[in-house]
């Protein structure tokens, strides 16, 4: 008998990202399964059409943007009991063929794994590194400050993992664009942590399953394609503050000692400067490829 599996999404104005989603997941996997789209206040008409025209899929309104990772749980727990894995993915995700069935034969194969991720292309058809190393407050602090102006710097490499053998292995954290849960795992650490509206929730996840002793194990046999980042480029004013306050969050949590409040100190101040630089850049960047007629 196949595991039983069902698949969550978050929406916010999905637009035609949703539609290829639905219909990319009917090749991702021989079951048919329940789809929830968590919705987080769309304006779109898109959730509604998409659930309207598809009778295994169900659209939950959360009443308000409350986040990814606390509308994902609003989602599972509206999920049977019985049901032993949950797909959690953006919903501009396109699926590759039995990318989920390949998922779920991994998890077989790793009894421990709490999360299981795909290989994730980009639009482009290149590798998305999704696959990283858990950063610590040195490495996660080099890959801040560096990343964007010295991209071979060595904690963005050790982070990011791209030199490593595509192959299935566990690793610190998977990207949330699309992972398998155990949903015995997910309930052990009490989901994704609702604090982080947008951005390192993932990350947080990753390292809280390993530290309950699960694995997170990346999967290439099993291929999505996401179109990453729609939502963030139309609002980096918004969206780029987000990044940089979970950042801070994440690290924060993990070094929460009174001796250790300069170090968040000097965290918090250093992500500020460059949380404004990076809103500075993105919306001048923005700006310039605006067409003529929208500019002031």
């Not at 509604?48 to 727990?77: F, M, S, W």
């Amino acid at each position: 008998m196949s595991p039983q599996f069902a698949v969550v999404t978050v929406t916010y104005s999905p637009g035609d990202h949703l539609h290829r989603f639905i219909d990319t997941l009917a090749h991702a996997s021989s079951e048919k399964p329940q789809v929830i789209l968590a919705d987080n206040g769309s304006t779109d008409g898109v959730p509604e059409a998409v659930a309207e025209a598809n009778a295994h899929v169900r659209l939950l309104r959360t009443g308000a943007n409350i986040g990814y990772g606390g509308a994902v749980n609003r989602a599972v727990a509206e999920i049977d009991g019985d049901v032993e894995f949950v797909v959690v993915a953006n919903p501009d995700i396109e699926w590759g063929s039995e990318a989920i069935d390949r998922l779920l034969d991994a998890a077989q194969r790793w009894p421990r794994a709490g999360s299981l991720g795909p290989l994730i292309h980009e639009p482009d058809g290149s590798i998305y590194p999704s696959a990283r190393e858990v950063p610590g407050l040195l490495g996660g602090a080099g890959h801040a400050v560096l990343g964007t102006v010295w991209a071979g710097n060595p904690w963005t490499r050790r982070y990011r993992q791209e030199n490593e053998a595509v192959s299935e292995r566990p690793v610190g954290w998977l990207s949330g664009s699309c992972l398998l849960l155990r949903r015995v795992a997910f309930d052990s650490v009490y989901g994704f942590d609702s604090r982080y509206f947008m951005y390192m929730e993932d990350v947080d996840l990753g390292d809280r399953l390993g530290r309950a002793g699960w694995r997170n194990v990346y999967v290439p046999a099993a291929e999505v394609t996401h179109d990453k980042g729609h939502a963030a480029g139309r609002r980096p004013e918004l969206m780029l503050p987000a990044h940089h306050e979970s950042a801070y969050r994440f690290q924060a949590d993990r070094h929460p000692l009174w001796w250790q409040a300069p170090m968040r100190l000097g965290l918090r101040v250093g992500l500020a400067v460059r949380s404004r630089i990076a809103v500075r850049s993105a919306l001048k960047q923005r700006d310039k490829t605006a067409p003529e007629k929208t500019r002031i």
